[in-house]
């Protein structure tokens, strides 16, 4: 299957999706008025890759901000990938400032919810 | 600013407004919030609080909780299929002693406020670790809330916010009230 990008703009961020390596990223800013519609495409693209995915799956999440619409959007994508658990070595990998509290508490957040091992990584 | 009618029967946009204007504000809107408007002002917000900050972290708190109220804000007059000068809204960042004070204001229908009347007096009953576990819960669920919203937006800013979200609703006519909330921001 074909990977899945996305060029950033000022209020939506970069996606990054490979297939083959299972390389996942979104950076950037995640504030658009009607996420649901912006990561709608993304959505149907993981429902294709969850059916075969790479032996590796590594989900980079290093946002500057987000909205609450787009929280909700970020819960569904990371309960899609809990559909791989057994089928690859899948992990997300929450980045945040050292001082963003928010950002880090936000991280917990979601670590609580999903099942999808989720680790706090701090940016330097 | 553009130079259109204030003026609702008796009611007064802009005369609420200046009820905020002073020496410590830092940013202020008055006007229209479309889709092009909310693009703008979260343009030019975010220019005046790196220009007026004093830290990165600073500017991150209050241009989140913003974003969260302008949209909420922008979501609920959409949705309203709101026209006119009940398009109109503002949104002010004063700075006081220790903290940021923000203000918006908006017009409403007067049958929603029941709603919103009770969401915040919810938010406000809750201590911090109440909140983020009200928070957690609300976005396990998913879905939407009847708003078209995530439900989360009042929640996310008392969590971002220290001490009460204050609000006042003002009589405009028979359909509107004129709603304004107001929010410290610690730093």
Redesign the interface.
């Given at each position: 299957m074909d990977n899945y990008t996305l060029t950033p703009t000022?209020?939506t961020p970069r996606l990054y999706f490979n297939s083959e390596s299972g390389d996942f990223e979104i950076s950037g800013r995640s504030?658009p008025?009607n996420s649901?519609e912006f990561y709608r495409p993304l959505m149907e693209w993981l429902d294709k890759y969850v059916s075969a995915p790479s032996t590796k799956t590594r989900m980079t999440v290093n946002l500057?901000?987000f909205?609450?619409?787009s929280?909700?959007c970020l819960?569904?994508i990371f309960?899609k990938l809990e559909k791989t658990l057994g089928n690859s070595d899948v992990k997300i990998l929450w980045h945040y400032e050292e001082?963003?509290e928010?950002m880090m508490?936000s991280g917990e957040?979601f670590k609580?919810?999903i099942k999808v091992p989720l680790e706090l990584v701090v940016s330097k | 600013m553009s130079d259109f009618s204030l003026m609702i029967g008796e009611f007064d946009i802009k005369e609420k407004y200046n009820r905020f204007f002073s020496e410590a504000t830092v940013y202020s809107y008055l006007g229209h919030l479309d889709k092009k408007q909310l693009d703008d002002v979260l343009i030019h917000l975010e220019k005046s609080l790196s220009d007026s900050l004093p830290s990165k972290i600073a500017i991150k708190k209050i241009y989140n909780i913003l974003v969260e109220s302008l949209q909420n804000i922008f979501g609920y007059l959409e949705g309203n299929n709101e026209n006119g000068n009940f398009l109109d809204a503002f949104v002010f960042v004063n700075k006081s002693d220790s903290c940021y004070h923000i203000a918006t204001g908006n017009f409403m229908m007067r049958k929603d406020v029941r709603s919103i009347k009770s969401r915040i007096e919810i938010v406000n009953s809750l201590d911090r670790d109440e909140l983020k576990d009200l928070y957690r819960g609300v976005l396990d669920i998913g879905g939407e809330s009847q708003g078209g919203g995530a439900g989360l937006g009042f929640i996310d800013m008392a969590k971002r916010s220290s001490g009460e979200l204050a609000s006042e609703f003002i009589d405009v006519d028979d359909e509107h009230v004129f709603f304004i909330l107001e929010l410290d921001v610690k730093i």
């Open positions: 000022p209020k504030i008025e649901i500057e901000y909205n609450t619409s929280s909700k819960v569904e309960r001082e963003d928010d508490e957040d609580k919810i | -």
